[in-house]
């Protein structure tokens, strides 16, 4: 089993399989970011290529549609027959349809399984998949997908998942703007920060994403589970792919006004809940508010897409 992309994902990921007892060789663009893991018994592979000669099945976590390309490429270069390649990560149909054609010229097996969760939820051993591609290559790796995290959707055999995920973080995104604006109308009207949120997540409006960000908005940590440069990026691809299939999607496309400007606001590798602050600063509150008193009756939980 090899692993390509040691990032806030790939890392929680990596932990997950090493737990599961899968013997893991990984590597990542960036030397470093595998110390921890190989203490955890991970063996260290020097480059992507290298490490697809090895395995059978090679999970992709990586950032974007020109980092998965230029890795399936060394990938497929050196992978066996039959070894299966399984991206996680959230890219452009497109892309990922480029790198199906690479991979099947190479006899290489393809899953696209973009996740649902963040590096919090895959710890917690709850990560979604969703997942598209032939389902007897689906039937080899599951075993693996499930060690991981215990849902897995099965879309479609095209690029179905990557439109589903797409679509589903424009619903979080979405969501994290409103909860911006619901907060900082609460605040600027004397409301407590703390009574807004328990109210909001015992509300019809009270998705599981209004509960993951509860703890880290009390606490005022805006530190990074999924940043808002990838938030933009995921937003870029649902434009895109709204173009491509000629819909208009006139929520999705303020978000990207929202995102942009909390990015030129300095917020680019703060968690996209950092939507938050830059509202509240543009609407002259106080950038940051004491933790309220009633913390510790919150449940311990993290963050979230
Ligand atoms: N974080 C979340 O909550 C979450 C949830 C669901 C889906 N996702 C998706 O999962 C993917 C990974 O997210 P993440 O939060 O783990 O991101 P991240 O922490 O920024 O990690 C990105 C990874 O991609 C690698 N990378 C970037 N550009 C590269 C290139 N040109 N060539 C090779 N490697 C490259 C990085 O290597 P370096 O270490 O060298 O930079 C790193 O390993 C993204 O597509 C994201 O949209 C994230």
Excluded at 19 to 25: F, I, K, N, R, V
Excluded at 243 to 263: C, Q, W
């Amino acid at each position: 089993m090899g692993l390509i992309g040691l990032g806030n994902m790939g890392t929680a990921i990596a932990e997950r399989l090493l737990e599961a007892g899968y013997p893991l060789l990984v590597t990542n663009r960036t030397r470093g970011k595998s110390a921890a893991l190989e203490v955890r018994g991970a063996v260290v592979a020097s480059t992507p290529r290298d490490l697809a000669g090895q395995v059978d099945v090679i999970l992709t976590s990586l950032a974007d549609d020109d980092a998965l390309e230029a890795v399936a490429a060394d990938v497929v270069a050196s992978a066996r027959p039959r070894s299966v390649l399984v991206d996680v990560s959230t890219v452009s149909p497109g892309v990922s349809a480029r790198v199906g054609s690479l991979a099947g010229a190479a006899a290489v097996e393809y899953l696209r399984a973009p996740v649902s969760g963040n590096p919090a939820v895959v710890r917690a051993g709850n990560l979604t998949f969703i997942v598209s591609g032939a389902q007897e290559t689906l039937e080899r790796v599951e075993p693996v997908l499930r060690a991981i995290g215990p849902t897995v959707h099965h879309v479609g055999d095209g690029e179905q998942a990557r439109i589903v995920k797409l679509a589903i973080n424009s619903m979080i995104a979405g969501l994290a703007q409103l909860m911006a604006e619901a907060l900082v109308l609460g605040e600027s009207a004397g409301v407590s920060r703390a009574a807004l949120l328990d109210v909001m997540g015992s509300s019809a409006a009270g998705a599981p994403f209004v509960k993951y960000k509860t703890e880290p908005l009390l606490r005022d940590d805006f530190s990074a589970t999924f940043t808002t440069a990838l938030m933009e990026k995921d937003i870029d691809l649902v434009l895109d792919a709204a173009d491509e299939a000629g819909v208009a999607l006139p929520i999705a496309r303020e978000m990207k006004r929202h995102l942009r400007a909390a990015i030129e606001a300095g917020y680019a590798d703060d968690d996209f809940i950092a939507l938050f602050l830059h509202l509240r600063k543009a609407s002259g509150l106080d950038e940051v508010a004491a933790p309220p008193a009633s913390v510790s009756e919150q449940p311990e939980q993290e963050v979230v897409r």
